[in-house]
């Protein structure tokens, strides 16, 4: 069961990944990867959208997996879209906060569904 730890590390582990990508911008006088903030809003989105549209909560369909691996592969192009010149910064950042949503969406979003 995940608690008050899991979100405290979860939190911090988020302000590191965002405070890579402001450094990225300051440190190289480079304003562009704060576009990939957006990103983070829209990386999420594929994932949900196209584990819905592939059935696999059904228990009378067969599993769907083209849904599902369309989902991923947009979701990873959205993920390299933080090449820039500050780079290595802006992707470690990037991989931080989405790794932070994965894990809050592991721990978290399942947890009402018992039955």
Request: aromatic content about 14%.
């Amino acid at each position: 069961m995940a608690g008050l730890r899991t979100i405290i590390a979860l939190a911090f582990v988020l302000a590191i990944g965002f405070l890579l990508v402001i450094l990225s911008c300051a440190l190289y006088y480079n304003w562009w990867p704060l576009l990939v903030v957006a990103t983070y809003i829209l990386a999420p989105l594929p994932n949900a959208l196209c584990g819905r549209c592939a059935g696999e909560d059904d228990l009378m369909s067969d599993y769907n997996g083209g849904a599902l691996d369309a989902g991923h592969f947009i979701t990873g192009m959205f993920i390299v879209t933080g090449f820039f010149p500050a780079m290595i910064m802006s992707i470690s950042g990037g991989i931080l906060v989405y790794g932070t949503i994965i894990a809050y969406t592991h721990f978290f979003a399942h947890q009402g569904d018992d039955f």
